[in-house]
Structures are given as C-alpha cells and as structure tokens.
C-alpha cells in the first residue's frame, strides 16, 4: 500500500519533471534557433548596453545615448573586424551574442 | 557523473518521503538546472582565451605549435558538464561560426574535444587567420563568448637544417622585373645580413647562390637539383654571366647552405621576368624614319629653362610597351654617346625617357655649352634597327635675362 503511494507519487513527479524540461527547452530552442544575421528591435536601453559593451572591449562607440550614430557603427565594425565578423557595422543577433547580449537577442525576438 | 545521479535520486526519493512541500522545491531545483543546461552556458567572468605566443602579424614556418592560454576558466573535455571550463576551438580563414550553435568540425574550425591546450598545425604558405573560440560541453560557445580577436599569421615555406639570419634577404643587384637584356648578360646577386660562403664551408650565417631559370620554386627542405634550371654557385660567386635565348624568361634567386640545403627560414628573391631580344633581331624601322629637334640646330643658343620639341618623320609615337609596327618612344641623351644600340637605353640623367608617348620636354640645363641627340627606342626601349637617331647638336645654354 505504501510502496503504491510512492509509486503513484514517483510517477505524478516524473511527469512532472518530463514536462517541465520541455518548457525549459523552449527558450533554449528560441536562442539556437535565432538567425544570427537577424537584426532585431532594440530599444534605447538595450542600444545603451551594447554600446558599454563595445567600450568594454576597447572601443569607441561615442556617447553611451542609445542611439546608434556613425560613431557607434565604426565601433561595431572595429570589433567585427577584431573578433573574425564580417565588418557590417548592422547590430544583428551575432553582434549581440559576441558582447555576450545573448539575452537581449532571445528578448527582442518574442 | 554517475555518483552525481546517485545523489540526486537518493534525494528525490527522500523528498518524496518527506511531503510535498520539499517535492515541490525538489521540481523547483531541478527546473532551474534544466534551464542553465539548456540555455547558453555561462562563462566566468573575466574569462580570456588567448594565443599564447603568436602575436598578430608573426611569420610561422608550415608546421608550427599553438598553445591556447585560458585565464579565470578551467579545459574540461567535450561532454563534462563542469561549471566554468570548456574546451578549445581554433578557427582558420574563417568567419566567427554563429554563436548560438554547436561549432562546425571542418578544417576551418578545428576541436580540441579532449582538453587539449597545443596544437600542431600545417598550413600552405601565405597569409591566414587564426582566432580560438572556447565551446561547452556541447561545443556551443558560452555566454558571453570566450573567444580570442583574430590574429594574422604570414606562413612562410619551410626549408632545411640551417636557420638563416634574421632580416636577411637575396635579391638581384639592379635587375629589375620587367627588364629587358641582351641574350648574354650578367646578373648580380645580392645578399643582406649573412655571408657569402663556398659549398661544403661550415661558417654560420652564410650559404651560396642559386640561380632559378624559368622555373618555380624546388622543395625547400631539399637540396637544390642540379641542372640548367638551377645554376649553382658554390664556389661562393656573386655574379653570373648567363645566356638565354630571345624571348620571355624567369630569373629567381635562392640562398642555400653548405649542402646546398635551402635555409629556414628559406631565402628566395622575388621571381622575376626578363625579356631577351636578340640585337640582330632589333625592331626593324622604315626607310627614311627620322628623328630631329624642332627648332633647334647644332650650335643654337637656348635659356637654361626650355621646352624642347622632338620631331619624328615617317614613323608614329607610341608608350613603352605597346609593340607596334613603324613606332617608338623618345629618349633624350644629354651629355653622352650613343649608348650601345643592341641593348636598352639607360636610364638615368644622361638618358631620360619619354615612355608616355611624349613629343616634347621641359629641360633645365646649367649654363654652358651641352650636346644633346635624340633616339628613338621600341616597346623595349631598344633602338631600332637601323636606329631612328638625331644628329648629336652641341647648344650654349646661357642665363636667362628673365
């Protein structure tokens, strides 16, 4: 009789664990299955954090306003050029992913 | 891993017991770690791969090792699930691979799946990129990527046993791609930072010539054949007569060692092409061509500043190069004799070349008396035959009254 309760309770849990992952596994599919020559709607906040990014990594996007001005864009493509991309200057999935803004490229596209 | 699974199974079983409160943190727990396994794997913060010494722009022999630094992160073979580790990627002449997929296996992108922190490398001599690129267990890289800038290596052929000196170079002494010669004509070699010394001769930083005709380069990391392609020096010459039938040729230089070995890193001139034209074969002009300063005779007074204008009967300008029948380009001798007629005009002060296809110049001249003449060379600056040449005129330059 316990031995059922357990079992019942072991089975309740296993479907539970099963379907869990499988949500889990939903936003994992949405970052792999990203284009990554997508170039997705960022908003200013998200333009600010990639241009920290880029002058984390040594160059110089400008003023960090969020807006991407030609200043921003050669700061893009010098890191492009540094880190093996092609040299496009566009803030695509790939760029946001290089920064490590994989977040924001999985945000922007729901 | 397997002890790892025990444990987590022992705990659920006990949580089980224990009510469902606990089970439901257990599921919370265990949804958590699924979502960090699934999603990008985080790196450690400050994490940096790096070459550890190739620098951007390094000349590597073919075969040459990398060693892959890693700083605040550990290598931890494919399939170990280990938190802050990962292993190496090194990517060849190729773009950065899309971030959030597993990485490519081809020969652009290079895994070192079993931890391996060198790597032996052969690439074809030339120029090519280098970027390491840390995967997870998965081989996906982490986030944010742990990947090194891209670096460019100058792969430069290997050659034998004897290392040459650093800076050192062959090269031809005034022989110029392009040039054109007599079918006999001397070469002189030149050599930079090593010595020059005979075949069989142990002294360091030196070797002997090697002249390549019409040929590529032989396998670097053995001894230089021994044939009308490959003329030896190895009585230590700096210089060669050679002879080449009319036409198109190939001249390269390359330095070898005692045994007549190439040197590593191997040192070779650049190829170069020279054209032989055989001096009874000269570009034929017409009868009656003439060639004649316009306005100016033997004995004419001229200002130090003047424009000369050269006149040319019966036959047509055209540039260097253009081969043309009936034409030529202008040379202007100044202070000199006929250079010899079977051979290019120089090039210097005493000849200046007018290869453009130009009909006139502007000369400054000191005051004095000068002999100037005119001749007329062909698409190779060699005059024609019989040669389109001016009288030589003698002309008194004086100061000019302004």
Do not use: W
């Amino acid at each position: 009789m316990k031995n059922l309760v357990i079992a019942t309770l072991a089975a309740a849990a296993l479907s539970t664990t099963l379907t869990l992952p499988a949500t889990a596994q939903g936003s994992a599919s949405t970052a792999a299955s990203l284009n990554m020559a997508a170039v997705p709607d960022l908003d200013r906040e998200d333009v600010r954090v990639v241009q920290r990014g880029l002058r984390d990594k040594g160059m110089d996007p400008g003023p960090i306003d969020g807006v991407v001005g030609p200043l921003t864009r050669q700061a893009v493509q010098a890191f492009q050029t540094r880190y093996g991309m092609k040299p496009s200057g566009a803030l695509d999935n790939q760029l946001l992913f290089a920064l490590g803004d994989a977040d924001i490229a999985v945000t922007a596209a729901r | 891993m397997q002890i790892f699974n025990k444990v987590a199974n022992k705990h659920c079983a006990t949580a089980l017991f224990l009510g469902s409160s606990l089970l439901v943190a257990a599921l919370a727990g265990s949804v958590s770690v699924a979502r960090a396994q699934s999603g990008p794997t985080p790196s450690a913060a400050g994490a940096d791969v790096y070459f550890v010494d190739i620098k951007d722009g390094a000349t590597v022999p073919q075969k040459f090792k990398v060693h892959f630094g890693l700083k605040n992160m550990g290598v931890a073979p494919a399939g170990s699930n280990r938190p802050n580790s990962g292993h190496h990627h090194l990517l060849i002449d190729t773009y950065l691979p899309p971030l959030n997929k597993p990485i490519p296996n081809d020969f652009n992108h290079l895994h070192f799946g079993a931890g391996q922190t060198e790597a032996d490398i052969t690439l074809k001599p030339g120029k090519h990129t280098l970027q390491l690129l840390l995967g997870d267990k998965s081989h996906v890289p982490h986030q944010p990527p742990v990947m090194s800038p891209v670096i460019h290596v100058n792969v430069v052929q290997s050659g034998g046993p004897t290392a040459s000196a650093p800076g050192a170079e062959v090269y031809f002494v005034e022989l110029k791609d392009g040039a054109v010669v007599a079918p006999k004509f001397t070469v002189h070699f030149g050599v930079k930072s090593m010595g020059v010394a005979p075949a069989g001769s142990d002294r360091p930083n030196s070797g002997h010539h090697h002249l390549l005709v019409d040929t590529d380069l032989p396998t670097l990391d053995q001894p230089i054949p021994n044939d009308f392609n490959h003329l030896h020096f190895g009585a230590g010459q700096t210089e060669a007569e050679v002879s080449l039938k009319p036409g198109e040729h190939t001249l390269q230089l390359l330095f070898a060692d005692k045994d007549h070995i190439p040197h590593t890193p191997p040192l070779y001139s650049k190829r170069i092409h020279v054209r032989v034209v055989d001096p009874s074969k000269r570009t034929p002009s017409p009868p009656g061509a003439k060639v004649y300063f316009v306005g100016l005779h033997d004995g004419s007074v001229i200002p130090e500043h003047v424009t000369l204008h050269f006149g040319l009967t019966k036959m047509g300008v055209a540039p260097a190069g253009i081969d043309r029948p009936n034409s030529g380009h202008h040379h202007l001798l100044i202070d000199t004799d006929v250079p010899p007629l079977d051979r290019p005009i120089p090039n210097d002060f005493h000849h200046l070349h007018f290869g453009a296809g130009q009909t006139e110049a502007t000369v400054n001249l000191p005051a004095g008396k000068h002999t100037l003449q005119l001749l007329l060379g062909d698409a190779h600056h060699v005059p024609h035959n019989p040669p389109v040449m001016s009288e030589r005129i003698t002309v008194t330059v004086t100061k000019s009254s302004q």
